[in-house]
C-alpha cells in the first residue's frame, strides 16, 4: 500500500498561522507568574482568534464543533502546540478534556452531550479521566473502584491514583468494575460523576515536573470514591464496554502525545545549536567540537525518524482506523519517548549549569518529559505487544531458513538438469 503524509496548501497557511501565535502569545505565558484560574481567563482572547480561524476542537467532528481533521492534520497541529505544555487548551486540545470530548462524542447518549459536551467544547466545564490505581500497574483487570447498581442510582466506591485535573474539573469520567465475574475485556464500564457529589474527595500529589501541585494546566490527584451515588443515566457508553472505549480515546490519543513530543525535541534541538553557535571554549565556538557536532546531527536524524514513524501511524488510523494500526500505535509510544529525553539530555548538558536552572525551560521540560515512558501504559507493556505480535507471523524451523548447507542442497536440485547441461 503506498503511503503520502501530503496536506494542502491552506492547511499549511493554518499550520504557519497557529507557528506564530504559539510563538508570540503562548510562550511568554509561561514567564508569568500566574495560578491556573488566571491563567484559563488570560487565554480566553487566544481562544476566540483560534475559533475564527476554524480550528478550534479540531479533533471533533464538524457537527460537534470541530474540523473533521484526520490524524495526520491532527499530528502536524500537535507538533507545533508541543512547544508549550500552554499552547493546547488555547486551541481547545488540551488533555483530558479532549479525550473525553471524543469519547462523549462517541459514546454518550442525546441528553449527555447536551449536558456535558456542549459545556466542555465551550469551555464552561473541565473534566478528569479517572482510570488508573495503584497497585495494579498496567492491568485495568486488576481495578477495584466498583459501581453497584441500586434501585434507580449507580453507587461508585474505590480509590483511582494519578487522576489529572481531578480537583480542577466539574465532572470526571471513571472506569468502574460493574461485572466482576465477566471477561477481562468486558468487566468495568464508564460512568460520568460530577466532582461535586458527595462522597468525592481529591488529594493533590506533588509531582517530578510539578512539586508543588501548582500547574498551570495540569495538576494530577489521588481520588476517593466513598459511596457515590449517581443516576442511572450517566453510564456512559454500554455496560461492560470501558476497556473498548479506552482504547478507542487512547489510540488516536498517543498521536497527539507523540507529535506533541517531536514538538518538544524541536524546542530543546533549537537551543541546543543556538548554544553551539553562541560559545566559546577551548580556542573556539562548540559547534566545531566533534562530540557537539555527534550531539546536532544524531538529535537531528532521531527527531526525524520518530516525526516519520508517528505521521505513519497517523496516516494508517485515517487509511484503517485505530483498531487496525495498533502496532503502529504502541511502537510511536515506546519509540518518541526515549528520543525526546536524549534530545533534552544533550541541550541541558550544552548549557552546562545555566540548563540545570530555572533560566531554561529545560530543565522544566526534562522533568516533565519523565512522564512520557509512563502514562497511556508504560513502554515496556506497548513492547510486548508489538513483539508478541511480530512473532506470530513466524513458524519455527530447524534447521534455520537461512541455513546455508540445506540452501546449497535445495539450489543443486533446483538447478541440476541446468547444471549438467553448462557442464555438457
Request: with cysteine; hydrophobic share 40%; glycine share 8%.
Amino acid at each position: 500500500m503506498t503511503w503520502s503524509f501530503s496536506t494542502e496548501p491552506e492547511f499549511e497557511q493554518k499550520l504557519e498561522w497557529m507557528r506564530d501565535l504559539v510563538r508570540t502569545e503562548v510562550l511568554p505565558l509561561e514567564t508569568l507568574d500566574i495560578d491556573y484560574r488566571q491563567f484559563r481567563k488570560l487565554i480566553v482572547p487566544l481562544q476566540e482568534r483560534v475559533r475564527e480561524q476554524g480550528i478550534w476542537a479540531a479533533h471533533l467532528s464538524p457537527e460537534l464543533g470541530g474540523q473533521g481533521f484526520g490524524q495526520v492534520k491532527l499530528g502536524l497541529m500537535h507538533e507545533i502546540l508541543g512547544r508549550s505544555d500552554l499552547a493546547p487548551p488555547v486551541f481547545g486540545v488540551h488533555a483530558p478534556d479532549s479525550g473525553n470530548s471524543e469519547l462523549i462524542a462517541i459514546a454518550g447518549t442525546p441528553e449527555q452531550k447536551v449536558k456535558w459536551l456542549e459545556p466542555l467544547l465551550d469551555n464552561r466545564l473541565w473534566s478528569a479521566y479517572s482510570m488508573s490505581e495503584q497497585g495494579t500497574g498496567s492491568d485495568p483487570s486488576q481495578f477495584q473502584t466498583s459501581a453497584v447498581q441500586d434501585g434507580d442510582e449507580w453507587i461508585v466506591d474505590g480509590t483511582k491514583f494519578c487522576v489529572g485535573n481531578a480537583e480542577r474539573s466539574d465532572f470526571h469520567i471513571v472506569m468502574c468494575v460493574t461485572d466482576p465475574d465477566a471477561d477481562r475485556h468486558h468487566r468495568a464500564s464508564m460512568f460520568i460523576v460530577p466532582t461535586d457529589s458527595p462522597g468525592v474527595t481529591t488529594r493533590t500529589l506533588s509531582l517530578m515536573s510539578d512539586t508543588e501541585g501548582t500547574g498551570k494546566v495540569h495538576t494530577h490527584d489521588e481520588v476517593v470514591y466513598d459511596q457515590v451515588r449517581i443516576p442511572l443515566e450517566n453510564l456512559l457508553g454500554g455496560r461492560g464496554e470501558a476497556f473498548a472505549l479506552a482504547q478507542a480515546r487512547l489510540g488516536p490519543g498517543r498521536i497527539h502525545h507523540c507529535m506533541r513530543w517531536v514538538g518538544v525535541c524541536r524546542r530543546a534541538f533549537d537551543a541546543l545549536c543556538e548554544r553551539a553557535v553562541s560559545t566559546n571554549v577551548h580556542g573556539g565556538p562548540l559547534s566545531e567540537k566533534q562530540t557537539v557536532q555527534n550531539w546536532v546531527a544524531e538529535s537531528a536524524a532521531a527527531i526525524e525518524a520518530a516525526r516519520l514513524l508517528i505521521l505513519h501511524a497517523a496516516w494508517k488510523i485515517d487509511q484503517v482506523g485505530a483498531k487496525g494500526a495498533r502496532q503502529e500505535i504502541a511502537m510511536i509510544k515506546y519509540h518518541a519517548a526515549p528520543v525526546m529525553h536524549d534530545v533534552l539530555d544533550r541541550a541541558i548538558q550544552i548549557h552546562g549549569s545555566l540548563g540545570y536552572t530555572g533560566d531554561m525551560p529545560l530543565e522544566q521540560m526534562y522533568r516533565w518529559a519523565r512522564a512520557s515512558r509512563l502514562y497511556d501504559g508504560p513502554d515496556e507493556v506497548h513492547k510486548i505487544a508489538v513483539a508478541r505480535k511480530i512473532l506470530r507471523g513466524y513458524e519455527p524451523a530447524n534447521p534455520p531458513t537461512e541455513h546455508v548447507p540445506t540452501r546449497h542442497a535445495a539450489a543443486l536440485e533446483r538447478y541440476a538438469d541446468r547444471i549438467a547441461a553448462l557442464t555438457a
